[in-house]
Nanobody, 118 residues
């Protein structure tokens, strides 16, 4: 089992920044790939960014490119999502996920709310 705990969400104005954190515990083998997803009210959950164990080859959704940066600290282990230039359309619950593959995420956090006011 892996436990994922997100933090860092909140209310921010358009153009502001937030840094989300996701602390993992348990069988960290299953944190080989860690990712962020988000779900806005009335919308399906969507992929935001992912990163593998080495920290190389981070991958972003088009909506996140150039504004968001995913990183990880394997010593903790924790994954981060630095979000800059936030827009009202970024408002959502942000979820951390982990797994052995970029195509399957076995563990999910409870989510952290991000609200961007216009």
């Amino acid at each position: 089992q892996v436990q994922l705990a997100e933090s860092g969400g909140g209310l921010v104005q358009t153009g502001g920044s937030l840094r989300l954190s996701c602390a993992a515990s348990g069988r960290t083998l299953y944190t080989y790939v860690m990712a962020w997803f988000r779900q806005a009210p009335g919308q399906e959950r969507e992929f935001v960014a992912r990163i593998n164990w080495s920290g190389g080859s981070p991958y972003y959704a088009e909506s996140a490119k150039g504004r968001f940066t995913i990183s990880r600290d394997n010593a903790k282990p924790t994954v981060y999502l630095q979000m800059n230039g936030l827009k009202p359309e970024d408002t959502a619950v942000y979820y951390c996920a982990s797994g052995l593959s970029a195509f399957r995420y076995d563990y999910w956090g409870q989510g952290t709310q991000v609200t961007v006011s216009s």
